[in-house]
Structures are given as structure tokens and as C-alpha cells.
């Protein structure tokens, strides 16, 4: 009679195995999730960062654009108490008798006289949003002076307190006006400067 042999050939694991075997997956799957979170911030910081500097670029395309083609004689820069400067200027408008000086915006209704105003005025300052955040805003004023339209252009200007401020500035030499704006970077403390000269209408 042949002795009884022990089958060397296990089947299942440990217990010690399965705790090394989980561990070892625990430590893999937190490190994939700390790396698909780092990965999502970044994006969104990139993101973020290219959607402010589109409209940086698309604000003051249209700050120059109006610029341009103001009456010289129209401008009125002054200082406000946040430290910057706030422009106000007419622009070539149409009305019943030909070319006149004025505001224009399309959302200021359906038809060109109401899209035309003359003797209205468009005016770019710097005033915090409801949440408390100081942006450049356009402004269209009748013409009492009262607000009828108010868009946001840019958002994180410099006001005073800060290092770089005044974020708005507006100064001529000549007949050439020139233009800076200045704002917060995503992370808040640098500053980013945008500078553009334009030559009016005379």
C-alpha cells in the first residue's frame, strides 16, 4: 500500500496574498485618480485662461474698432475713485437727415433709428459687477446722460491696492490715443497688459 502524498499543487490564494494583491491595487487606483484630478484641473485652468484672454481680445477689438471711428472732439476721459480712467465718445451714426454724431448698438432695438441714436454717447468705465468683481464695462447714455445699455467686457481689472494698477488708463499724443488695460492672470496675483494706440477721426 503506497503512502498517502500531499498535492503540492495549491489552488486559491492566501490570506496574506489577497491583502498584498489589494493593497497593491489600492495604491494603483488612488494613483489614477490623483492623476486624472490633476489632469482635469489643469484643462480647466488652460480652459479658463484661454476664454479670458478671447474676450480680452474681443473687447478691446471693439474699444479700438469704436474708437477709430469717433469724433476726436468727442472725448471725455476722466479719473474715477477706483484709480481708473473712464472714456466717453460719440460715434458716426445714421438718422433721417444724413450722418449725425451718436451711439450705436443693434440691441438697442430692431430698426436702424433705434439702433442709431443720435447725440447719445458710449462710455467705457470700470465699476465692480454684482459680485463685487471690478469689470470694464460699455455703457450706452442718452442723451440726459441716463444708462440705457450696460455690457461686461472684461472681468478682474486692476483698481487701486494693487501693485500694477490703474488697470484702464486712456491718454493722447496728438491725434493718436492710446489704451491699456490691465488684469488679474488665473491665479490671481500677476497681471496681464494689453496696450493698443489708435488714431481718431478728426
Same mark, same amino acid.
Given at each position: 500500500?503506497?503512502?498517502?502524498?500531499?498535492?503540492?499543487?495549491?489552488?486559491?490564494?492566501?490570506?496574506?496574498?489577497?491583502?498584498?494583491?489589494?493593497?497593491?491595487?489600492?495604491?494603483?487606483?488612488?494613483?489614477?485618480?490623483?492623476?486624472?484630478?490633476?489632469?482635469?484641473?489643469?484643462?480647466?485652468?488652460?480652459?479658463?485662461?484661454?476664454?479670458?484672454? #478671447?474676450? =480680452?481680445? !474681443? +473687447?478691446? @477689438?471693439? $474699444?479700438?474698432? /469704436?474708437?477709430?471711428?469717433?469724433?476726436?472732439?468727442?472725448?471725455?476721459?476722466?479719473?474715477?475713485?477706483?484709480?481708473?480712467?473712464?472714456?466717453?465718445?460719440?460715434?458716426?451714426?445714421?438718422?433721417?437727415?444724413?450722418?449725425?454724431?451718436?451711439?450705436?448698438?443693434?440691441?438697442?432695438?430692431?430698426?436702424?433709428?433705434?439702433?442709431?441714436?443720435?447725440?447719445?454717447?458710449?462710455?467705457?468705465?470700470?465699476?465692480?459687477?454684482?459680485?463685487?468683481?471690478?469689470?470694464?464695462? #460699455?455703457? =450706452?447714455? !442718452? +442723451?440726459? @446722460?441716463? $444708462?440705457?445699455? /450696460?455690457?461686461?467686457?472684461?472681468?478682474?481689472?486692476?483698481?487701486?491696492?494693487?501693485?500694477?494698477?490703474?488697470?484702464?488708463?486712456?491718454?493722447?499724443?496728438?491725434?493718436?490715443?492710446?489704451?491699456?488695460?490691465?488684469?488679474?492672470?488665473?491665479?490671481?496675483?500677476?497681471?496681464?497688459?494689453?496696450?493698443?494706440?489708435?488714431?481718431?477721426?478728426?
Amino acid at each position: 500500500m503506497k503512502p498517502l502524498q500531499h498535492n503540492r499543487h495549491r489552488k486559491g490564494f492566501t490570506l496574506i496574498e489577497i491583502i498584498l494583491a489589494v493593497g497593491i491595487f489600492s495604491v494603483v487606483g488612488v494613483g489614477l485618480t490623483q492623476g486624472v484630478h490633476i489632469s482635469q484641473t489643469t484643462h480647466q485652468s488652460v480652459s479658463t485662461e484661454s476664454n479670458s484672454n #478671447r474676450k =480680452i481680445r !474681443d +473687447g478691446i @477689438g471693439l $474699444l479700438r474698432k /469704436e474708437l477709430k471711428s469717433c469724433r476726436e472732439t468727442s472725448i471725455v476721459v476722466s479719473q474715477e475713485r477706483n484709480g481708473n480712467d473712464q472714456l466717453v465718445f460719440q460715434v458716426p451714426v445714421e438718422s433721417i437727415f444724413g450722418i449725425g454724431w451718436g451711439a450705436y448698438d443693434r440691441y438697442l432695438g430692431s430698426t436702424s433709428n433705434e439702433q442709431n441714436r443720435v447725440n447719445w454717447k458710449i462710455c467705457y468705465v470700470v465699476q465692480n459687477n454684482a459680485q463685487g468683481i471690478p469689470c470694464l464695462l #460699455r455703457q =450706452i447714455l !442718452d +442723451g440726459g @446722460g441716463a $444708462l440705457q445699455r /450696460e455690457v461686461q467686457i472684461v472681468s478682474n481689472v486692476l483698481v487701486n491696492g494693487h501693485a500694477d494698477a490703474p488697470g484702464f488708463t486712456v491718454s493722447a499724443t496728438g491725434d493718436v490715443w492710446e489704451v491699456t488695460l490691465k488684469t488679474l492672470t488665473g491665479d490671481g496675483q500677476s497681471a496681464r497688459t494689453e496696450t493698443f494706440q489708435v488714431q481718431t477721426r478728426n
